[in-house]
């Protein structure tokens, strides 16, 4: 199972190094001190920062410090929020204490749409629709996936055997035992956001977080949080840009920096399993509604940014994907059966308009 696409964004198409087989040390971090310029001088820098040099890399407000903590978030248990209360709320530490939680879920439900031409979303058309949920204690996991056209047939994942259902003849073939799209190691692709997991503990989420910040400055970048109503329910609207970074070997990582900071956690990204979307050196452009209470994540939308050529500059050929989760909370494994007419997988949420 490889970590990265390696299909339209394939990072070797867009200038990045050839994809690696296995699991590729990440080159060292690129050298931010002022008036170093030799790299000899810079690799001897950043390996003698010490507690001074690890001072001078947090930030308290807009990029991927330690956020401040969480004595900051204290305001968003009190209820029903006004604008002014969020004056005090650290976006950092908002978008870490979100992320850790999700990842911390035992089991993830989600409803996803995926689109790979803008203008395609603009319609709502030539699309792909799937609802799953997945296990991490015990990898167990369920899928109903199709296009988002009415009568195109779905196919359905249930306890690794296959079933397809035609709108057309209404009935149902299968179950099929030999399909690799319903094995348990196809599933990485399907049960997440692209970017987020589920079914760590609070300790390996924290490492993962911890090695993100410490080794990939800049790599994050959460905006200021805003109030939005959704179903008469109240949710913090948070957009972060995931933006590549630039690396001792001069390429730029963008969704291979999740990966590399993922192993931090002690886990295997195989058997866990974690993936990200795109290349190497995506980048990401997400809106997140979050519940102030729980802080996980209801709703998103992923949008992939170009990945970056060596000068730094987007490539004009990366191609576009977006796609709209909807989280399904608390995470329960969705009851599917191969029986009866099937309704397509559909999300309710609305998209965001801001």
């Not at 970074?245 to 399993?273: I, N, T």
């Amino acid at each position: 199972m490889a970590q990265w696409s390696g299909g339209p964004n394939d990072q070797r198409r867009h200038g990045g190094p050839a994809p690696y087989q296995g699991y590729p040390p990440p080159p060292r971090r690129r050298s931010a001190w002022v008036g170093v310029v030799a790299t000899v001088v810079a690799f001897v820098v950043v390996l003698g920062l010490g507690a001074g040099g690890w001072l001078l890399w947090r930030s308290a407000r807009g990029g991927d410090g330690d956020g401040g903590g969480g004595s900051t978030l204290e305001v968003l248990k009190k209820g029903h929020l006004a604008a002014q209360d969020l004056r005090g709320v650290d976006p950092v530490a908002l978008f870490y204490a979100s992320f850790k939680r999700m990842a911390t879920q035992p089991v993830v439900h989600l409803t996803e749409e995926s689109y790979r031409e803008r203008s395609a979303y603009e319609k709502g058309t030539d699309g792909y629709v799937w609802e799953s949920g997945f296990d991490y204690r015990t990898k167990q996991w369920r899928i109903a996936w199709g296009s988002t056209r009415a009568d195109d047939p779905i196919s359905v994942c249930i306890d690794g055997k296959s079933y397809l259902y035609s709108y057309y003849l209404k009935r149902w073939k299968g179950p099929g035992a030999d399909d690799l799209f319903c094995k348990a190691k196809a599933a990485y692709r399907y049960i997440t956001d692209g970017l987020s997991t589920g079914g760590m503990t609070d300790a390996q989420a924290e490492a993962w977080i911890r090695d993100l910040q410490k080794d990939y400055k800049g790599f994050v970048n959460p905006g200021e949080p805003r109030l939005a109503e959704v179903k008469g329910r109240q949710y913090l609207r948070l957009v972060v840009d995931f933006k590549p970074v630039e690396r001792a070997d001069g390429f730029y990582y963008g969704g291979q920096a999740l990966m590399w900071s993922f192993k931090a956690s002690g886990l295997d990204p195989q058997s866990h399993p974690y993936y990200y979307n795109g290349a190497m050196g995506t980048g990401y452009h997400v809106v997140y509604y979050i519940e102030p209470r729980s802080l996980l994540t209801a709703y998103s939308e992923v949008e992939q940014t170009p990945v970056l050529d060596r000068s730094g500059r987007p490539r004009q050929d990366s191609d576009w994907y977006k796609v709209r989760v909807q989280y399904h909370l608390p995470g329960m494994m969705p009851e599917m059966r191969a029986s009866g007419r099937p309704t397509r997988p559909k999300l309710t949420w609305p998209r965001d308009q801001a």
